[in-house]
């Protein structure tokens, strides 16, 4: 009989990988100011890999309160959505930079 | 050509007639100039703030407007010098200058709140004039493909600026 400990780990590996299954990677990338894809789709869950082509600093403001990214310049930043909904957001240090995430249960 | 650029910088009396007598199309190493220029003083007028302002807000915005015309500066630096161009000091990029620093010692006077105000203010007005200078002239007038590029973005980036610091006055209100 295998130890009592591996259970739950085994139990936590697999939950591990039916969420991993699930979740997907949506990438939202910002270049000489402009956000693309101008309107993203993601589902609850998903990650967000905001990548920032530019030398300056950006942020993904959503406009409701819900969420906020800051980009350095050149980088690649990742978050996770959790919250459905059709959220509007825009840089905060560039507010003419504006885009859609449509956030599905 | 100058005329025009005028207009929208005199709007805000950055700019006397004095600068705008040649009636030329500026070149490209004066538009570099222009435009390094004008990075120059909105990061001097940045550091006042910083200086004088207990803003949180007004700070936050001032680091933003350092941070962003450094790092667009260095781009124009490492660009010219890709091109091998020489930027060109000319008569807009001295009365520039020279009414930049008119502004800096006239709100070097102000303190507390009066100083947040007139500096936000500035800013709204001088980065209007500064985009409507890019769409206008500078950008139409530039020859090379990169360094009209370089102005596009440019421009974004002061139309964003513009746009931050309509915001921040709002807030001040």
């Known amino acids: 009989m295998a130890p009592r400990w591996v259970l739950p780990i085994v139990a936590a590996l697999m939950l591990a990988m039916s969420v991993s299954a699930d979740a997907a990677t949506v990438q939202i990338t910002m270049e000489n100011l402009v956000i693309s894809p101008a309107e993203a789709s993601a589902k609850v869950g998903d990650t967000i890999e905001w990548i ?26 990742t978050s996770v959505v959790n919250k459905a909904g059709t959220v509007e957001y825009y840089c905060r240090f560039h507010p003419n930079m504006k885009a859609t995430l449509v956030i599905a249960p | 050509m100058f005329v025009r650029l005028s207009a929208a910088i005199a709007a805000v009396s950055l700019l006397s007639s004095a600068a705008l007598a040649q009636g030329a199309k500026p070149t490209d190493p004066q538009i570099a100039h222009i435009a390094y220029t004008a990075g120059v003083i909105d990061i001097a007028a940045a550091k006042q703030a910083l200086a004088k302002s207990g803003n949180k807000e007004v700070k936050a ?113």
């Open chain 2, 61 to 173: 915005f001032a680091e933003d407007m350092v941070r962003d015309h450094e790092a667009v500066n260095k781009q124009a630096l490492d660009l010219v010098k890709k091109l091998n161009v020489k930027p060109e000091d000319n008569d807009t990029s001295r009365t520039l200058s020279k009414n930049a620093a008119g502004k800096l010692a006239e709100l070097g006077k102000l303190k507390g709140a009066e100083f947040d105000k007139a500096y936000v203010a500035n800013e709204v007005a001088y980065h209007k004039a500064v985009d409507s200078a890019l769409e206008t002239q500078l950008i139409p007038s530039a020859n090379n493909a990169e360094l009209k590029s370089l102005l596009q973005t440019g421009l974004k980036i002061f139309q964003g600026h513009e746009q931050h610091a309509e915001q921040v006055a709002a807030g001040l209100k």
């Open chain 1, 52 to 77: 920032n082509k530019d030398i300056l600093a950006h942020t993904a403001t959503a406009r409701n309160g819900d969420w906020e990214v800051t980009m350095p310049p050149k980088k690649t930043v």
